[in-house]
């Protein structure tokens, strides 16, 4: 069986949390026949238009411009169709209007999936322009996956589809993290102190980053920020002004380098605050690598994978004041701490393995293929 995965972003380009999923996912479904390809835009003009990542090939096209954060690339549209021809099933992740588009354009009539990551938050003017594509789209193809119970029950968009909509979470394989070098550990040991919080992802606006330096404003425990992003200036210049001394900022890491990191934090802090953020992927891999977790209550994914006073804490989002006093209270019960981080590791290997989301959405492409 052959998978097309079509999605704006993907390695080596970008590192984010649904190119993580997909990845996982071709992985993963490879392992049980599946041949997965990824069809993606690249902003690297003089870079290889087809490169192999994990045993499966990705097909690069140039992107043309974007609108609002939207990439269009005019070949993407051919480059789909000719794809899909070979496909047995076209692996949508949204939202990417142009994908929406690029699916009608390219006349596409094999079976069908769309992974809902997101609802659209920010853009509430081209939302409304928007929406009817949206909703033909959506209406068109043949099965709509959300990522937790949470996010179905909480999302408007989801509700018009709940016919046709089931729930897979994500996974991850812990066997592709790469374990550290002793030396590497030590490096970050003797930079970052022997306790110390962790927040992992893209410095995007909806990670709430600012509420937790301003939390951090109160509180006097050293944090570690891993990861780049649009408003890294904005974040670092607002710490400054805050007179933060024991917040550092170290950039986007390499893989061993952010597991050293993951592995000798003391507890991991995501202060996501919008509903942008729909599952958290860095904060299971907290929970895979046995870290008590903050997290706000935001009606998404994050609190099916931080389940409060069970996994770590669940603060109301945008409140500075409650994420500072979690704070304080895992710092000063560190047994209580490890008992939340024993839990959430025990959660991951229950429900959030890549092989279990590999297992779901391969019975899902063969029921699909067998219409």
């Known amino acids: 069986m052959r998978v097309l995965h079509f999605y704006k972003t993907y390695y080596p380009d970008s590192w984010g949390g649904v190119e993580q999923v997909i990845r996982q996912l071709c992985v993963g479904t490879g392992r049980v026949g599946i041949t997965s390809e990824v069809l993606t835009l690249t902003r ?5 238009a087809q490169i192999e990542v994990d045993g499966h090939t990705v097909h690069r096209v140039p992107l043309d411009f974007e609108i609002a954060s939207t990439g269009f690339s005019f070949a993407a549209i051919r480059k789909l169709a000719r794809l899909a021809r070979k496909a047995d099933v076209i692996h949508y992740h949204f ?9 009608f354009m390219a006349r596409i009539k094999k079976p069908s999936v769309v992974t809902y990551h997101s609802d659209i938050v920010r853009q509430k003017n081209l939302l409304r322009v928007y929406t009817p594509l949206k909703q033909r789209f959506l209406r068109d193809v043949d099965c709509i996956v959300a990522t ?13 589809y709940k016919s046709k909509t089931r729930t897979i979470t994500y996974g991850l394989d812990r066997s592709i993290y790469p374990e550290p070098r002793p030396e590497v550990k030590d ?3 003797a930079r970052c102190g022997e306790r110390f919080f962790l927040f992992v992802g893209v410095l995007r606006y909806y ?3 600012h509420i937790l330096l301003d939390a951090m404003a109160n509180v006097d425990y050293p944090v570690v920020i891993v990861g780049a992003g649009p408003i890294e200036r904005e974040l670092k210049a607002h710490a400054e002004r805050l007179g933060l001394t024991h ?5 986007a890491l390499e893989e061993e380098d952010k597991v050293a990191l993951l592995q000798l934090c003391y507890a991991m802090v995501f202060p996501s605050h919008l509903r942008s953020e729909a599952f958290g992927i860095s904060l299971l891999e907290g929970a895979m690598f046995g870290k008590p977790m903050i997290s706000s209550e935001i009606g998404t994914g994050t609190t099916y994978i931080n389940i409060d006073n069970e996994t770590g804490l669940v603060v109301p989002p945008s409140d500075p004041q409650a994420f500072g ?6 710092w000063e019960n560190p047994e209580q701490a490890a008992e939340m981080g024993r839990r959430a590791e025990a959660r991951y290997w229950e429900l959030f393995t890549a092989e279990k989301m590999a297992d779901n959405y391969a019975a899902l ?3 699909l293929a067998a219409k």
Do not use: I
Not at 95 to 103: E, G, K, Q, R, S
Not at 148 to 160: E, F, G, M, Q
Not at 247 to 251: A, D, Q, S, T
């Open 44 to 48: 690297d003009k003089q870079g290889s």
């Open 95 to 103: 939202p990417w209007p142009f994908m929406d588009l690029a699916h």
């Open 148 to 160: 937790s119970p949470n996010y179905l029950a909480s999302s408007p968009v989801l509700k018009r």
């Open 187 to 189: 490096a970050w040991r």
């Open 207 to 209: 990670k709430g980053l």
């Open 247 to 251: 917040v550092m900022f170290v950039g």
């Open 325 to 330: 006093a979690a704070m304080r209270t895992l």
């Open 365 to 367: 492409y063969r029921e």
